[in-house]
């Protein structure tokens, strides 16, 4: 019904920028939230950016002044701006958003595949 593909994964070098997109596509009559969650192996995904469909975006704190969330409701697109990353940032990164897939239709949850992002010399 709906789906989630991120892109825009990669290698980058301490420093570095990259940014990272997420389209939904399918079934969608709206969507609240669009999120970024992070993971690394053995520990649990965490939050990194929120953007409410109207409102001010909010962040974790490892990652605040660094990265920035946008998104484009007309494309129902969702950006992450990573600048300054840190070999700490190396994780999958996946994108998640509240869909109804019409207007009698309850909130669901989707999440995309995940894309990589290293950060390493």
């Known amino acids: 019904q709906v789906q989630l593909v991120e892109s825009g994964g990669g290698l980058v070098q301490p420093g570095g920028s990259l940014t990272l997109s997420c389209a939904a596509s399918g079934r969608i009559f709206s969507i609240n939230d669009m999120d970024w969650y992070r993971q690394v192996p053995g520990k649990p995904r965490e939050l990194v950016a929120t953007m409410p469909s109207t409102g001010r975006a909010n962040y974790a704190d490892s990652v605040k002044g660094r990265f920035t969330i946008s998104r484009d409701n007309a494309k129902n697109t969702v950006y992450l701006l990573m600048n300054s990353l840190k070999p700490e940032d190396t994780a999958t990164y996946y994108c998640?958003?509240?869909?109804?897939?019409?207007?009698?239709?309850?909130?669901?949850?989707?999440w995309g595949q995940g894309t990589q992002v290293t950060v390493s010399s």
């Open positions: 998640n958003a509240g869909v109804r897939t019409d207007w009698w239709a309850s909130w669901n949850t989707y």
